[in-house]
């Protein structure tokens, strides 16, 4: 494995082993974990009946490391900054989607609030 995806891989497996210590008490040994010595296999054996939000990303992040897709946004295709992955390693779209996708949640939002609005209820 390249050393730039081994590094990335170790990122996050970092970040997953840290996820399930703190919310599941998980107690392994981290470099074992960390250093990528357990195969997907195990890794979802590990996380069998464990399910929450980040571990779900963080798992799809290890699918996409191994499919060679890891670091490009699953929405338009584009790569997304290694600093970003760094900080954020199961992040799997880029800041520029996101931030579509924030403007139109807060669209459809205001188009609800417009909505739900009565204005015969004012007087």
Request: charged residues 25%; glycine residues 8%; contains cysteine.
């Amino acid at each position: 494995m390249q050393n730039g995806v081994r590094s990335l891989q170790r990122a996050v497996l970092s970040r997953l082993f840290d996820h399930l210590q703190e919310h599941y008490g998980v107690d392994s040994a981290r470099d074992f974990f960390v250093d990528g010595r357990l195969n997907l296999h195990q890794v979802d054996a590990l996380l069998a009946f464990k399910s929450d939000s980040q571990l779900d990303e963080l798992r799809s992040a290890l699918d996409r490391l191994e499919h060679g897709t890891y670091g490009v946004c699953i929405t338009c295709k584009r790569p997304i900054s290694r600093d970003v992955l760094e900080r954020d390693p199961g992040r799997s779209i880029c800041a520029a989607c996101e931030q579509g996708f924030n403007h139109g949640a807060n669209l459809e939002m205001g188009h609800a609030a417009l909505n739900a609005f009565e204005p015969h209820a004012l007087f």
